[in-house]
């Protein structure tokens, strides 16, 4: 059985009053949304990938999805007793044309079946969508050498956006002016920093000093982040990858140890979707307190209303909680609310995406 186990690893927002935005939009009948993805321009092609640079230390593999001429040939990618897997066209010819470059990044021991619907979806619109599993943070490459450079997260879809461009077959596809990122959870945080945030290692000491342990500080202190003056300083870093013009953060966590002069210098629009719930992470710490920090004119800030946390990750099917909570217990959280009601979700977020996107 596929599942992912996400559940136990997984200034104040007064300000981003002005910025915030709750969406309610009413369900969409099961009849008009077949009649809207009949009515789809592209199919939703796909392909693995491995990229072979010269971080041979740092081995990268994942996939791409990409839009194909024929938009009625697709089929599920796989099978799963807990998820609805995403239509596909696997190794299918690409569509003639240049498209727009979004790239990818999953959250704590996540992999990229977790956005693996938005790659679909967003294929299917005109995207080629680019995913890898970041090496020590991922479900499958858990390591804790890895997962204390966390430097190396951007880096990746830094590395992943050269291959593409110069190394790969849908390279003549790309349209070079169009490069996006964006990121759930600690992907969240990761394409912020691929933007231009800078991790702040005097603000994470002291933040992580104070009473009460918070969830940033339990998973950066269990991978030994920042422990050493060497890694400070690598994490301090500028990953900023010029290439990339806008940023969407999905429930981002890691808010309150970027700089804030940072976040207050960001230079190119961010997407800040926030989850209503907070049933993961502390919106007024994370979400709301990164749109307040972010310049007014580049951000916009969405908070999903009865949204969560794993509404940016795949539609469960209608057995899977009951599956989770006897096979992986604690995991069933990841499919609460997780059938219509996700479904929903997504396409709220599709819409808002696209129009950012497409600004």
């Given at each position: 059985?596929?599942?992912?186990?996400?559940?136990?690893?997984?200034?104040?927002?007064?300000?981003?009053?002005?910025?915030?935005?709750?969406?309610?939009?009413?369900?969409?009948?099961?009849?008009?949304?077949r009649a809207e993805?009949?009515?789809?321009?592209?199919?939703?092609?796909?392909?693995?990938?491995?990229?072979?640079?010269?971080?041979?230390?740092?081995?990268?593999?994942?996939?791409?999805?990409?839009?194909?001429?024929?938009?009625?040939?697709?089929?599920?990618?796989?099978?799963?007793?807990?998820?609805?897997?995403?239509?596909?066209?696997?190794?299918?010819?690409?569509?003639?044309?240049?498209?727009?470059?979004?790239?990818?990044?999953?959250?704590?021991?996540?992999?990229?079946?977790?956005?693996?619907?938005?790659g679909s979806a967003?294929?299917?619109?005109?995207?080629?969508?680019?995913?890898?599993?970041?090496?020590?943070?991922?479900?499958?490459?858990?390591?804790?050498?890895?997962?204390?450079?966390?430097?190396?997260?951007?880096?990746?879809?830094?590395?992943?956006?050269?291959?593409?461009?110069?190394?790969?077959?849908?390279?003549?596809?790309?349209?070079?002016?169009?490069?996006?990122?964006?990121?759930?959870?600690?992907?969240?945080?990761?394409?912020?920093?691929?933007?231009?945030?800078?991790?702040?290692?005097?603000?994470?000491?002291?933040?992580?000093?104070?009473?009460?342990?918070?969830?940033?500080?339990?998973?950066?202190?269990?991978?030994?982040?920042?422990?050493?003056?060497?890694?400070?300083?690598?994490?301090?870093?500028?990953?900023?990858?010029?290439?990339?013009?806008?940023?969407?953060?999905?429930?981002?966590?890691?808010?309150?140890?970027?700089?804030?002069?940072?976040?207050?210098?960001?230079?190119?629009?961010?997407?800040?979707?926030?989850?209503?719930?907070?049933?993961?992470?502390?919106?007024?710490?994370?979400?709301?307190?990164?749109?307040?920090?972010?310049?007014?004119?580049?951000?916009?800030?969405?908070?999903?209303?009865?949204?969560?946390?794993?509404?940016?990750?795949?539609?469960?099917?209608?057995?899977?909680?009951?599956?989770?909570?006897?096979?992986?217990?604690?995991?069933?959280?990841?499919?609460?609310?997780?059938?219509?009601?996700?479904?929903?979700?997504?396409?709220?977020?599709?819409?808002?995406?696209?129009?950012?996107?497409?600004?």
């Amino acid at each position: 059985m596929q599942t992912y186990s996400t559940a136990a690893r997984c200034r104040a927002g007064l300000a981003a009053v002005a910025l915030f935005l709750t969406i309610g939009l009413p369900l969409l009948s099961a009849a008009h949304a077949r009649a809207e993805e009949a009515s789809l321009p592209y199919g939703p092609g796909t392909a693995r990938i491995e990229i072979a640079d010269a971080r041979t230390d740092r081995p990268l593999s994942g996939r791409v999805w990409y839009p194909t001429a024929t938009p009625e040939v697709h089929q599920p990618l796989g099978t799963s007793k807990v998820w609805q897997m995403p239509d596909a066209d696997p190794e299918a010819a690409p569509a003639k044309g240049v498209f727009p470059l979004l790239v990818v990044s999953h959250g704590t021991y996540g992999n990229t079946r977790n956005q693996a619907w938005l790659g679909s979806a967003l294929s299917r619109r005109g995207f080629i969508v680019a995913m890898v599993d970041h090496p020590g943070t991922s479900t499958f490459l858990r390591d804790p050498d890895q997962a204390r450079q966390l430097w190396d997260r951007p880096v990746d879809l830094s590395r992943l956006i050269t291959w593409l461009l110069e190394a790969s077959e849908l390279g003549d596809r790309i349209d070079r002016k169009r490069i996006y990122a964006a990121g759930h959870s600690l992907g969240g945080f990761t394409v912020a920093v691929l933007g231009g945030a800078r991790f702040d290692s005097r603000r994470y000491r002291s933040i992580c000093s104070e009473a009460g342990l918070k969830k940033v500080c339990a998973v950066f202190s269990g991978w030994s982040v920042s422990e050493t003056k060497e890694d400070s300083a690598a994490m301090e870093v500028s990953r900023k990858d010029p290439r990339v013009t806008r940023i969407v953060s999905l429930d981002l966590g890691g808010t309150e140890v970027l700089s804030p002069k940072s976040l207050e210098d960001f230079d190119v629009p961010v997407l800040v979707f926030g989850a209503e719930r907070g049933d993961m992470v502390d919106q007024n710490l994370e979400s709301r307190a990164l749109a307040a920090a972010l310049p007014a004119s580049r951000v916009r800030h969405v908070e999903l209303a009865d949204g969560g946390h794993f509404d940016f990750m795949g539609r469960c099917k209608p057995e899977g909680y009951e599956l989770l909570k006897v096979h992986e217990p604690g995991d069933e959280m990841v499919c609460v609310k997780g059938t219509e009601e996700r479904e929903a979700q997504h396409r709220r977020i599709l819409d808002e995406m696209i129009d950012f996107l497409q600004d």
